[in-house]
């Protein structure tokens, strides 16, 4: 975003509030005002028209409304309380230092079970507890199957808080032309066509006279699928100033201006028989809002808690979530949008029920598996697609040299090494739709994908796209599908992205793993359509059948008669410039739109496999292996497959071993920096082996299965079920992530001094 500015761009910042609950008495911005190089600043009393932020799901909770510039209450450290214009950076952070803020500070709520006690410190002062909204989900008999099994596991799990942090911070770029009173705002994000109708909303300009850019994004990871106060501000100044503006957000301040993840306790109850067969879960879900239901809602929460199955046929299951509110930062989007909380609770779970029955890891997920021949599969509330759980177990295991490391594991606990291995099963949620049930559901966007696709005159191609490239390499895979369906090759295609003015609209945007299974039905199903007008055309000029054509590499000729070709650029002539070689009754232009929306979701699946070793002395744990098979339908680039898998095999990683948000008692954020919040190096993240497995999804054509989060879901569950491996039958037990060393070494330091096992 920063290499957006011009020589007469003014610079945008924010006051943000330093205290986590308080009612706002006084902003004294004179001081600030006056200072060299500031053109204004400005605080929610100079905007009397504000509306609260929008949100893009409706899941019947209850209203918790904020606004790009808090009004009389803040309710979590970082949000906004005065814009400062200036003509640099520096002047602006200086007068953000001068503009006083006199609060009434609030008692505070940060732990969110906490929260849910009947006598807990309100965040709002109307309503009669902290529950925003609530979900039960329930099949079979759950009570009746808990009330009859052999044997029954209670755990509370708990993950921590965490956050995209991307490469790139977010930024907005604003422009007011005032002769046609039209706004043009680039922004980072993964949801152009949505910020476009947000800003319609927030500023009453209609929605065809708002432009959304959106350059090459530096990483989203959910993080930028939000629509965020910075964006409405910047659009509510555009019109304001002859000058563009420019928000960059600083790294620091993303830690409280961008949304964070994750965050649950979850109370798990697993029943069996003595043979291993899972008859029932239950599961008591309290995910950590923060202060506001942001754009999302508890949506991915709500994933959590459906997904409380996993792969496994069990025919008793419930979950019953509590969205909670605390002095926090919003929770919202994360890559895995709540399946690795899932994974993580019913994979530990499984993990301890196997040790309680004295049965091998994989031996038990083998036995409840889903099989082959009950797909299409229906859960708590989704119905999978396809997949051969039990064969992609095996032929994981096989990849891993699972035996192989069995036998080492032994002979290095003879040598007093602590070697442990760790394995999880997942499945992904993906090509999300179909729009009806998405909007029956509660969520105000559609899951289908447009896709509008133009011969040029010069016989190229060019793919129109509402999707965002923001490194994932989605483009490449539309090029791949679009050369094989028109007969073309990929270099005479341009994928256009990030406009909402030349790029049709997209129901959702870039995210849910959607790129290649929902954009490139869309585009298979476009390609198809301008390749029957290109064949008519080619038909007319070569005097032949439309069913004798042969098109290969853009040349096309008759089958038979190789020797005899022309070329998609004379196609494109006709079609544009000599409408006298064009078929009666066909008009100049070859152009196609197409739609598509799924009738239901794909579902990949995959194993990891992990084997580390755990130094006592330290608590440092050593990743020595890790394994991966995957399913996700038809592959369309091997290399960008695993990049995905490896990307987010490493981001697993650092939710097990690293990454947490913290808060103290005062709701104050204690990870404002990379020195704090400990994403992992190249150091910390092992070489990977992968393997493919190919089962077509027969819900998408293409056979397509998403797999950008494939990669995030099963790590944590494999890392840590290592090192409880590592730790032996009489180590502690571990239900929390992250498990950094500090907290193995003070389990192992707690079972030595007292002399029994932590679990």
């Not at 090509?431 to 133009?454: C, F, H, T, V, W």
Request: proline share 6%.
């Amino acid at each position: 975003m920063a290499d957006l500015v011009t020589p007469n761009t003014l610079r945008v910042g924010f006051v943000r509030c330093t205290s986590a609950h308080a009612d706002i008495i006084s902003i004294d911005t004179a001081d600030a005002s006056s200072m060299p190089g500031i053109k204004a600043v400005l605080t929610a009393a100079d905007f009397p028209d504000l509306v609260p932020q929008p949100s893009t799901h409706r899941l019947g909770t209850r209203p918790t409304p904020y606004f790009a510039l808090a009004k009389d209450r803040v309710r979590h450290v970082g949000e906004p309380v005065a814009v400062i214009i200036g003509t640099s950076e520096a002047a602006v952070v200086d007068a953000a230092e001068s503009v006083i803020v006199e609060y009434r500070d609030l008692d505070v709520i940060v732990d969110v079970v906490s929260a849910t006690a009947p006598d807990a410190i309100r965040v709002y002062d109307e309503w009669p507890d902290n529950i925003a909204g609530t979900f039960d989900v329930e099949m079979g008999d759950t009570d009746g199957a808990l009330a009859s099994a052999d044997v029954v596991l209670t755990e509370r799990i708990s993950i921590g808080r965490q956050t995209g942090a991307s490469i790139e911070p977010r930024g907005v770029f604003v422009e007011w032309n005032r002769n046609d009173e039209r706004l043009v705002l680039w922004t980072s994000t993964q949801s152009p066509n949505i910020v476009r109708d947000f800003v319609s909303d927030i500023t009453g300009i209609p929605q065809h006279k708002v432009k959304v850019r959106v350059p090459t994004v530096g990483g989203g990871f959910g993080t930028k699928f939000h629509y965020y106060s910075e964006e409405s501000m910047l659009a509510l100044l555009a019109p304001m100033f002859d000058q563009p503006l420019l928000w960059l957000e600083g790294r620091s301040e993303s830690f409280v201006a961008s949304v964070h993840a994750r965050e649950q306790t979850i109370d798990v109850t697993i029943a069996a028989k003595r043979d291993g067969t899972i008859t029932a879960i239950s599961a008591e879900l309290y995910a950590d809002m923060g202060a506001y239901l942001h754009m999302v809602s508890y949506g991915p929460a709500w994933l959590t808690s459906v997904m409380m199955t996993n792969a496994y046929a069990i025919p008793n299951a419930r979950a019953r979530l509590k969205a909670v509110v605390t002095n926090k930062v919003p929770s919202g989007s994360y890559r895995g949008w709540g399946q690795p909380q899932a994974n993580f609770a019913v994979e530990r779970m499984v993990d301890l029920l196997a040790a309680e029955l004295n049965m091998d890891r994989a031996e038990i997920r083998r036995h409840n598996f889903v099989k082959p021949d009950q797909f299409p599969y229906t859960s708590l509330f989704h119905t999978f697609d396809s997949g051969r759980y039990a064969e992609c177990l095996d032929r994981g295991l096989e990849l891993a040299n699972h035996d192989d490391w069995l036998a080492y594991q032994t002979n290095a606990k003879l040598a007093g090494r602590h070697i442990g291995i760790g394995l999880s099963f997942y499945v992904e949620n993906t090509a999300l739709g179909p729009s009806s049930k998405m909007n029956q559901g509660g969520l105000e966007q559609g899951g289908y994908d447009i896709s509008n696709i133009r011969l040029e005159p010069g016989g190229e191609i060019t793919i129109f796209t509402g999707l965002c490239e923001m490194g994932q390499g989605f483009t490449n895979g539309l090029a791949q599908l679009c050369a094989d369906a028109v007969g073309v090759h990929p270099d005479q295609i341009q994928v256009i992205t990030g406009d909402t003015d030349a790029c049709p609209y997209t129901g959702h945007g870039t995210g849910a793993s959607r790129s290649a299974a929902i954009g490139g039905a869309a585009v298979l199903k476009a390609s198809a359509a301008l390749r029957a007008k290109i064949e008519t055309v080619a038909a007319h000029m070569m005097e032949a059948s439309a069913e004798d054509l042969v098109i290969e590499d853009g040349k096309i000729w008759v089958n038979g008669s190789p020797d005899k070709s022309m070329s998609m650029s004379d196609v494109g002539r006709a079609a544009y410039r000599r409408a006298i070689d064009l078929p009666p009754g066909v008009l100049p232009g070859l152009e196609v739109i197409e739609v598509y929306d799924p009738p239901s979701q794909a579902w990949p699946y995959g194993l990891n496999h992990v084997v580390v070793e755990v130094d006592t002395d330290t608590g440092l744990v050593s990743i020595l292996s890790y394994a991966v098979m995957h399913d996700c339908g038809t592959i369309l680039n091997p290399m960008i497959v695993d990049g995905q898998i490896h990307g987010g095999v490493a981001q697993g990683i650092a939710a097990a071993l690293h990454e947490e948000i913290l808060y103290n008692e005062d709701g104050q954020v204690v990870t404002t920096s990379f020195l704090d919040y400990a994403i992992p190096s190249a150091v910390e993240i092992p070489s990977f082996k992968l393997g493919h497995m190919t089962t077509p999804s027969p819900v998408i054509p293409g056979g397509m299965k998403g797999t950008g989060e494939a990669g995030v879901i099963g790590p944590p569950a494999a890392v840590i079920g290592a090192i409880e491996n590592a730790l032996g039958p009489d180590g502690p037990q571990f239900t929390t992530m992250p498990v950094t060393p500090q907290m193995i070494f003070e389990r192992l330091t707690q079972a030595n001094h007292t002399g029994t096992s932590t679990k």
